[in-house]
């Protein structure tokens, strides 16, 4: 079993894996095992075998609009599938909104989304591509940018477009209707978000389409869309949506704190990964890995019957993960980190450092501390943690004392050296100047 799990191991650490000389339908149940819903699920099956018998890639889409700098690995759900349609040969096209990400998508928003001036958005993509090529072998994707052809789209044009949409339709959208009944605004452009989605398929006569499970939605709108512009429809191919690391049932979200960011560093992936429920395994494996049913069931059944243990699952998982992201020289390096603070309950030596002076220790809070030391993203992540009771202490020069939680937001007094604990996996020596 040893063996097995080792090899599996490798299996999920490549790069590159060929899968285009595999038929259909063998094509078709490797996508079929990794996503949430495939609509319409039979005229799927037949593009892929058509895409066989004729030797014509699919022309697969997947829509960004980069509003941020930071992807975590929620956002890498449809990259890990864009890769899997990579491997089985089909022809990948990213599309850049940087036209409708000044509308901003209101799928799932109670509120209308601040509008980016394409400045804005092309620095948030080359962000975005950096961390993507993480995942993606970008030399195979043909990048797009939809204001090639939505700068271009006349008034009769789009009004034609929009006499075979039925609106009262698109006002049942339950995130519409939420909205409009909590008070909010939804503007006409919010409204045209999707129909938008629809003309790029329209422009780039797509086969099939990728996008999480709320956004299933705009993409039936982007069939719509299709169809009145006299093409075949798309295929939906939607992912399900990833559960943070507490495993309290919230999507991952950088704003909840439940994230683990493309960018952490690798002892933080491994770190954070070891921590989420046994349960989220399952899930974690098919959504973020390119792990095949058949081995995700065997290791799923191994840990119900005692084969395998769970922190050892959970540790290839760990592994492999950092691997992805930051190569497998990374790895021994993050594991060890992992031993020695949680297994031996020590402090790392490498931890960052400030000093602190006399006069400053009472009238700095802890806040500005943390700042200071460079050990939280934001303000208010800090403070976060603080009232979350996720900040200790202990002194310096005693290994062998456990960490306690500060009762208050400023650091014990008297002044003398401390490591501050920061959650689980980050540490700061604070010294007294």
Known sequence: MADWIRELETQLTQRERDLSGLDGDAQFALLKGKVKQILPEDKVLERFRESRKNGKPLVVKLGVDPTGTALHLGHSVPLFLLRRFQDLGHEVILIVGDFTAQIGDPAGRVDERPPLTREQIEQNFATYRDQAEKILDLDRVTIRYNSEWLDGVSLPDLIGTMKGINISAS???????????????????????????????????????????????????????????????????????????????????????????????????????????????????????????????????????????????????????????????????AEAHFELIFRKKKTPDDMPEIAIGASDWSELSLIDVLDRGGVIATRSEGRRLAQQGAIRWCPADDEDADFVKLEEERLPDPPSDLVLKIGKRKFLKVVAS
Request: charged share 25%; proline share 2%.
């Open 171 to 333: 006002l049942q959208r339950e995130d519409f209707r939420k909205r409009i009944e909590q008070g909010h605004s939804l503007t006409l452009a919010e409204l045209l978000y999707s129909v938008l989605m629809g003309l790029d398929s329209v422009a780039l006569e797509c086969d099939i389409e990728i996008g999480g499970i709320d956004q299933l939605l705009n993409l039936q709108m982007c069939r719509t869309v299709m169809e009145i512009h006299g093409q075949i429809a798309e295929g939906i191919v939607c992912t399900d949506i990833l559960e943070g690391v507490t495993g309290d049932g919230s999507k991952m979200s950088k704003s909840m704190g439940n994230a683990i960011a493309l960018d952490d560093a690798p002892e933080e992936i491994y770190g954070k990964t070891m921590s989420i429920p046994d349960r989220l395994l399952e899930s974690w494996f098919r959504l973020l890995t390119e792990i095949e049913d058949a081995d995700c069931k065997r290791l799923m059944e191994g840990m119900g019957d005692g084969t395998f243990h769970p922190r050892d699952v959970k540790a290839m998982l760990a592994r492999v993960l950092v691997a992805i992201l930051h190569g497998g020289d990374a790895v021994a390096g």
